[in-house]
């Protein structure tokens, strides 16, 4: 008497069937691994989502198929969020009032955008340069809104910051005034980054 397991898997309309006698498949697409003890898929084979899809297990006795269990698991594909991302992630830098400095948004991505689709990722970004403030101090935990400092720009992914605007700007003429800007990123239909 063997005890062989026999394992059909089910995804997407295809049914996939594995023994002890199969030979092991290498994970390059979707389909049964492990001798069928687990189900990979392939990241460009997942549909876009929002979306759901049951991914069925009957495992059996290969010599007593009426031994068997059955599990069907309820798949949800997310979105992922965009990821905002100022000036390639530059935490901090020091401006003078002769600079110009460049700000950008345009590293921001969409993380559901693979390698394999061949698009930049940041296809489809809109941008929102949504205000900036400015503190004392670097925590800002006292600040004051400075967003006519990016008022003219809020629908770019880049513009020009002037050194002489910050300078102008400036809470006292002796200290260190600090500015914070925001950024958000959207998409149609996903959840926005910030």
């Given amino acids: 008497s063997s005890s062989n397991t026999t394992f ?7 049914t996939f069937t594995v023994t002890s006698d199969s ?10 691994s492990r001798l069928g003890q687990e189900f990979y898929i392939v990241q460009s ?7 759901t899809f049951d991914l069925e297990l009957v495992a059996f006795l290969t010599d007593a198929p009426q031994v068997n269990g059955s599990v069907t698991i309820p ?22 009032p002769s600079d110009t400095v460049p700000m950008t948004g345009t590293n921001s991505r ?8 061949n ?19 670097q925590t800002f935990a006292t600040s004051e809104d400075c967003s006519e400092l990016v008022s ?12 002489s605007a910050l300078d102008g700007a400036k809470m006292d003429p002796v200290d260190n005034t600090y500015f914070e800007l925001s950024l ?5 239909n996903r959840i926005p980054g910030l």
């Fill in 110 to 117: 969409d993380v559901d955008i693979l390698d394999a689709d």
């Fill in 8 to 14: 059909v898997w089910r995804y997407e309309g295809q």
């Fill in 75 to 96: 798949v949800t594909i997310s979105n992922g969020r965009i990821v905002a991302i100022i000036n390639n992630g530059q935490g901090s830098f020091r401006v003078s």
């Fill in 184 to 188: 958000r990123v959207t998409k149609t």
């Fill in 152 to 163: 003219t720009n809020t629908q770019s992914p880049s513009f020009d910051l002037e050194g």
């Fill in 23 to 32: 030979i092991e498949r290498q994970v390059e697409s979707t389909g049964p």
């Fill in 45 to 51: 084979d997942l549909p876009f989502g929002p979306s």
């Fill in 119 to 137: 698009l930049p990722k940041n296809t489809g970004l809109n941008y929102e340069w949504t205000g900036c403030r400015k503190s004392l101090d």
